[in-house]
Nanobody, 126 residues
């Protein structure tokens, strides 16, 4: 089955930057059955629900949560099967667990989001 593995989180000071990575992997058979539509980043702040952060579609259209516009950039590298989230000018309120996911179709079955993985933790100290 397909796996989405997040990495790149860490502890930083206010104003610093991090780049998160989401590696897409799986068996060749499974990956060959998937038609991708978009990739997304979500985050869950301490004590809060998981919330949308950014989305990039196959045609490169992007959308962002208002609070991260101008600071975060979502991108993808098709050759490396990796999705990125560049986070600049980080603030304490950006602290949380960050998760990637995808939209598309597996064989003939469409999906909005795959099962959530472990995520990667971001802590921004003041």
């Amino acid at each position: 089955q397909v796996q989405l593995v997040e990495s790149g989180g860490g502890l930083v000071q206010t104003g610093e930057s991090l780049r998160l990575s989401c590696a897409v992997s799986g068996s060749q058979f499974t990956l060959n059955t998937i038609v991708w539509n978009a990739f997304v980043w979500y985050r869950r702040a301490p004590g809060k629900e998981r919330d949308f952060v950014a989305r990039i579609s196959v045609d490169d259209a992007t959308t962002y949560q208002d609070s991260v516009k101008g600071r975060f950039t979502i991108s993808r590298d098709n050759a490396k099967n990796t999705v990125y989230l560049q986070m600049n000018s980080l603030k304490p309120e950006d602290t949380g667990d960050y998760y990637c996911n995808a939209e598309g179709r597996i064989a003939t079955t469409p999906f909005s989001l795959l099962p959530w993985g472990q995520g990667t933790q971001v802590i921004v100290s003041s």
